[in-house]
Each structure stands twice: as C-alpha cells, then as structure tokens.
C-alpha cells in the first residue's frame, strides 16, 4: 500500500463521534478523507471544517457535514499533511497554497495530527522551498524585504501568472538552505509588511504519523 494511503487512513482512528474535525488540504490528507466519508456512510457522525477550496468541494462530493466557523468555539482534532517535517516535528506546508487557512484551523484545534509519509521526513527544514503568502499590492517591495533574511523567493506560478490563494494573494515560494532557527525566522517573516503568513508551522503538530518498514508510525 503506498505510505500515503497508509498514514492518511491511520489517522482517521483518531476521530471519534460527534466530534468537529478540521480537514486538511492535500493528496495525503485525500487518503484520510475518502476513509472518513466511508465511516460516515457506516454512521458516523462528524462535522468538518475545510483549510481549502479543494478540500470543501471533495468534502460536499463525499458528502461530509460541514459547519462555519460561527459555529464552532473549538475544533477537536485537525488532519492535515505536511511538505517536510524536522526532528522537533516542526513543519513546513503550503505546498498545496492553503497554508493560511491551514494554520488559522490548526491553531484553533486540541489536537493537531499530521500525516507525513517518510520522504517529508528531514533533520533540518529548508529543501522544500519555504511557501510565503503575501498581499498583491506592493509585492516586489515585499520580496526585497524578504531576501534581506537570505531567502530566494520564487513567485509561484499558475498557466503563466501568478498563482493566487483562496484569499486571492500570493505566494512566494523561497529557498532559505538550512532552516535552523524556524521559530525566528517565522516571526521575521511574519513581521514584513505584507506577508500575511508563511509555511513554517513550529512547535504545532501533536503528533505525526508516518511510516516504517511498511507500518504506520506515531511521533509525538
Ligand atoms: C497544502 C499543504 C499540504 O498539506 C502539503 O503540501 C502536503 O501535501 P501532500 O499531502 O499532497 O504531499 O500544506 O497547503
């Protein structure tokens, strides 16, 4: 069974009735949501959030209750996936462009599950270019200001334009080499006017969930 599949499903063990679930975005996070619409045809009952556009259409398609945040104090548990995942389970997301949807849900969440298959697995963050979100206007001066913190920011590109968010912004994708000071280099991201939020989620993750010798594993 492919390592996708494997922790995407596994962490549907985690999700119990009536709980309200954050659904993560992404082809990891796929796995767990075709397993929870199965559960919830065998009579289940759970109410989802989604972190994307993409997520909420295939949610309504697998016929998974959603709520609105005016709804909902607290989410019980999120699943989501990750680009790469260090030693100190630090992450790096977005890869998928729904890293501020995907933060704003995991910092409201009990519990944060990620589902990683091992080749998201690092000792240092920093190979998967760092996905930084910023508003359109005054971009070029944005960029500038973050290549004075090292970074080479590539602005991502969709069908020859610039990709743009499900908040119609856009992200800078950028190189940093070794990430050894993520919590530091989140907040000096995040203090350049115009970054609504980058990919680096620190210290946020309670447990990850990915494989060994073909059987799921859980780092927490
Ligand atoms: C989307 C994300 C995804 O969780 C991340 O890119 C991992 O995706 P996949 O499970 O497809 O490898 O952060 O913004």
């Excluded at 968010?165 to 530091?184: A, M, Q, R, S, V």
Aim: proline content about 5%; glycine content about 10%; hydrophobic content about 40%.
């Amino acid at each position: 069974m492919n390592a996708k599949k494997i922790v995407g499903e596994k962490a549907v063990d985690f999700i119990q009735d009536g709980m309200i679930v954050g659904l993560g975005t992404g082809s990891t996070v796929y796995y767990s949501l075709l397993k929870l619409g199965r559960q919830l045809e065998a009579g289940l009952s759970i109410q989802g959030i989604p972190t994307s556009v993409q997520t909420k259409e295939l949610a309504e398609k697998l016929r998974i209750p959603l709520i609105g945040f005016e709804d909902v104090n607290e989410i019980d548990l999120t699943i989501d996936g990750a680009d790469e995942v260090d030693r100190n389970l630090n992450l790096i997301k977005g890869g998928g462009g729904a890293l501020v949807r995907e933060k704003i849900i995991a910092k409201a969440s009990k519990r944060f599950i990620v589902v990683a298959d091992p080749s998201k697995m690092v000792n240092t963050l920093g190979a998967f270019p760092l996905p930084v979100e910023v508003v359109p206007f005054g971009a070029q001066l944005t960029e500038k200001h973050i290549k004075k913190l090292n970074g080479e920011p590539r602005l991502r590109q969709s069908n020859g334009t610039p990709y743009l968010t499900d908040n119609g912004n856009y992200i800078f994708d950028c190189t940093f080499l070794d990430i050894t000071k993520p919590f530091e280099l989140e907040i000096a991201l995040n203090s350049i006017p115009g970054v609504v939020d980058n990919g680096l989620f620190n210290g946020m993750a309670d447990v990850v969930i990915t494989v060994d010798n073909g059987e799921p594993i859980f780092l927490d």
